[in-house]
């Protein structure tokens, strides 16, 4: 049901990102969505890669300060108002949206976004309920 995201500290200095994405193109691994914040001494890049695993090795082992964290993929119809629809949802069931950001790729034509929410497993039980398609990490990695 989630989805394990690379979460990476970075810092704000001339090329860092570039260093970022040719360590993990040299690795073999695979961008699939990227989401980066800046704060004037650090950026905070979220990622979803090929191999979790790999890359966090790689990042870690290069000097970069890297983590895991769990998120939501959801199915979301990639039509004016489809994320509104999944919006409404999680607003009626009283969560709060930490931060989200959309996959590079689709899903038999619908879009993919990336939810970071309070009460994660709660909001999950309620987006399915409501028919809400969530995706695993196998149909992400496919």
Do not use: W
Request: glycine share 8%; charged share 20%.
């Amino acid at each position: 049901m989630f989805i394990q995201q690379l979460s990476v500290y970075i810092e704000n200095h001339q090329g860092r990102l570039a260093d970022f994405c040719a360590l993990l193109g040299g690795g073999g691994i695979d961008l699939s969505a990227l989401s980066i914040a800046d704060t004037s001494n650090f950026g905070l890049i979220r990622a979803i890669v090929s191999d979790n695993d790999k890359a966090l090795s790689l990042l870690q082992q290069n000097g970069f300060a890297a983590s895991l964290t769990p998120v939501l993929a959801v199915s979301v119809a990639d039509a004016p108002s489809g994320l509104a629809n999944v919006l409404q949802i999680l607003r009626e069931g009283g969560f709060s949206i930490e931060y989200l950001y959309s996959f590079m790729r689709r899903i038999n034509h619908e879009a993919i976004i990336l939810f970071r929410i309070d009460k994660p497993e709660e909001a999950a039980g309620l987006l399915l309920k409501k028919g809400i398609r969530l995706l695993s990490q196998e149909e992400i990695a496919r």
